[in-house]
T-cell receptor
Framework: DVKVTQSSRYLVKRTGEKVFLECVQD?????MFWYRQDPGLGLRLIYF???????EKGDIPEGYSVSREKKERFSLILESASTNQTSMYLC??????????????FGEGSWLTVV | GESVGLHLPTLSVQEGDNSIINCAYS??????FIWYKQESGKGPQFIID?????DKRQGQRVTVLLNKTVKHLSLQIAATQPGDSAVYFC????????????FGTGTRLTIIP
C-alpha cells in the first residue's frame, strides 16, 4: 500500500512563529503536493513538486514556501504564521508520467492552529 | 476558470440501499477523474478512478459513470453500510503533463441505520 506520512497530526503555534510541516512517502513517487482544506472551500493547492529541488506554485502559495531536498520528503514552511493559516494541511504524492499513475494519494493531515 | 462542482452538499441513505453521488465538471479537456472518500479527521482516501475513454468502471460495491456529453460524473455505492458515511469528493485532471487535480467541495453521505 502507498503510504504518505505527515509527521505532525496536531500543532498549535503562535502568530509570527516559523512552522515546518514534514511529509514522507514510501512509493518512490515523483510528484508531491501540499494542500490546505477549509470548510466550504474544499482542497486548495499550495505548492507542488515534480522532482527533487523543483517546485511549482499552486493556487494559494502566498505565505508559504516548500523544500524538496530528497525525493521522498516534501516540507511545507510557514515563514511567519498568521491566524488565517489555521487549517488542515494535507500532503499527497503521485507517480509522474506513467499512464496509470496519476492517482494522488493523501496523508492523514496535519491540523494547525495559529493563536 | 475551470471548476468541479457537486449537485448536493448532503445525502442521507438508508443502510442497505444504494446511493448515488453526482459531480459536474466544466473542463471539456479533462481526461482523468477520481473519487475520494474522506472520513472525519482523516485524509482523503482513493476509491475509484476513470479515464475519459471509458463510460463506466466498477470496483468493489462502487461504480463510477462518466457522461462526457453533459460533463457529468457519478459515484454509485451499492448496499450501503455505516462505514460508508463520509464526505465524497470528485476530482478531475487535464490531458497533458503533471497537471494538478481540481477538486469539488464534497458531498456528505450519511447512512441511516
Amino acid at each position: 500500500d502507498v503510504k504518505v506520512t505527515q509527521s505532525s497530526r496536531y500543532l498549535v503555534k503562535r502568530t509570527g512563529e516559523k512552522v515546518f510541516l514534514e511529509c514522507v512517502q514510501d512509493m518512490d513517487h515523483e510528484n508531491m503536493f501540499w494542500y490546505r482544506q477549509d470548510p466550504g472551500l474544499g482542497l486548495r493547492l499550495i505548492y507542488f513538486s515534480y522532482d527533487v529541488k523543483m517546485k511549482e506554485k499552486g493556487d494559494i502559495p502566498e505565505g508559504y514556501s516548500v523544500s524538496r531536498e530528497k525525493k521522498e520528503r516534501f516540507s511545507l514552511i510557514l515563514e511567519s504564521a498568521s491566524t488565517n493559516q489555521t487549517s488542515m494541511y494535507l500532503c499527497a504524492s503521485s507517480f509522474g508520467t506513467r499512464p496509470s499513475g496519476n492517482t494522488i494519494y493523501f496523508g492523514e493531515g496535519s491540523w494547525l492552529t495559529v493563536v | 476558470g475551470e471548476s468541479v462542482g457537486l449537485h448536493l452538499p448532503t445525502l442521507s441513505v438508508q443502510e442497505g440501499d444504494n446511493s448515488i453521488i453526482n459531480c459536474a465538471y466544466s473542463n471539456s479537456a479533462s481526461d482523468y477523474f477520481i473519487w475520494y472518500k474522506q472520513e472525519s479527521g482523516k485524509g482523503p482516501q482513493f476509491i475509484i478512478d476513470i479515464r475519459s475513454n471509458m463510460d463506466k468502471r466498477q470496483g468493489q460495491r462502487v461504480t463510477v459513470l462518466l457522461n462526457k456529453t453533459v460533463k457529468h460524473l457519478s459515484l454509485q455505492i451499492a448496499a450501503t453500510q455505516p462505514g460508508d458515511s463520509a464526505v465524497y469528493f470528485c476530482a478531475e485532471k487535464g490531458r497533458f503533463g503533471n497537471e494538478k487535480l481540481t477538486f469539488g467541495t464534497g458531498t456528505r453521505l450519511t447512512i441511516i441505520p
